[in-house]
């Protein structure tokens, strides 16, 4: 490209008609007595303020280049041009663009540009037309091909972070040289992802979106944290019944031998008509106790494991809970007083 910028005479590159400073001067009286007498509403205000801001910056992004900072200036022009859309700072910011090595983005702003020269009959039309043409054949372009198999529901593939619409899929693109990334995700599959690097110029580049693999499912019967589990605490509660009642058996096993030989020592001290001394009758009393202990701790500790397995057995699995919650949920009791011992086990398993 020539360093030669190419400005029409008679328009600056706000897009305004240059005319002579002191008619400008001569006009500012009547501005003046203007804004006195009549003050514009809020839009027009904000129209202003932008379009001053727009000026700025095109002034700005004009000294940038004619230092040969065409990276700094590009951004300038580009903004410029949103705050005030004039065909003028379009078009150098395409040259800025084509100067900067972005053809891709050149060439669109040259095209943007003749079709707003043909809107509004401006002469500029062809030499937007020109350099659009010529730097057609220039410009990289990528093809993102998203295969019948990889076109799941809710897909969605990006252009650096900017969608990619499914009817470009598998057509090339005009993109700027430099490191790109591609990016497909749909809901339930994990995203995928690829960086790559453009170097060339006008060169066709491909990018295949493969089948996206699913998303591991969380399990929505896996209790919340800090939440309990049914299964898990009925296993719980089986375990310390069972616990207990191992060690309801010990201490009945105990009495139970302490009363055979309490037993066993009084018959020293009573004859075969269970006439016994006072020392006697001491140790038969004793045994008597013992062995109601030992027949009661029994019962409660096997009762107590039977209970524990029926719990055990009976917890809803992980799997399962959410018919688990549906049913009455299981409850044991025990009972014991000076007659008898119960075990209440009630609910759906």
Known sequence: MSSTRIRPPAVNGMGLTSKPRRNIRGAIPFVALAAYCWAPPAHAQNDSASRALAVQLFDEAEALFAKQQVAQACPKYAESFRLDPQLGSLIYLAECYEKNGQLASAWGSYREAEEMAAERGDKRQAHAHERAAALSPRVDRLVVDVPEASRLRGLEVLRDGLPVAATLWGNGTAIDPGKHRIVARAPGYKSWQIEFELV??????????????????????????????????????????????????????????????????????????????????????????????????????????????????????????????????????????????????????
């Open 200 to 349: 060339g110029e006008g060169s066709t580049s491909s990018v295949t979106v493969p089948t996206l693999a699913v998303e591991p499912r969380v399990d929505a019967q896996k209790p919340a944290p800090g939440a309990s589990d049914p299964g898990t605490s009925q296993r719980i509660t089986a375990i310390a019944l069972g616990g207990m009642g191992i060690v309801s058996l010990g201490v009945g096993g105990f009495f139970g031998l302490s009363a055979q030989s309490s037993f066993s020592d009084s018959k020293s001290a009573c004859n075969d008509n269970d006439v016994c001394t006072e020392h006697g009758k001491q140790l038969r009393d004793s045994a008597q106790s013992k062995a109601l202990v030992s027949t009661i701790t029994v019962g409660v500790g096997a009762a107590a494991l039977i209970t524990a397995g029926v719990l055990w057995f009976a917890a809803p699995k992980a799997e399962s809970r959410s018919e688990a919650t549906r049913r009455s949920p299981a409850h044991w009791a025990l009972g014991l007083n000076s007659r008898a011992w119960g075990v209440e086990l009630n609910g759906a398993f």
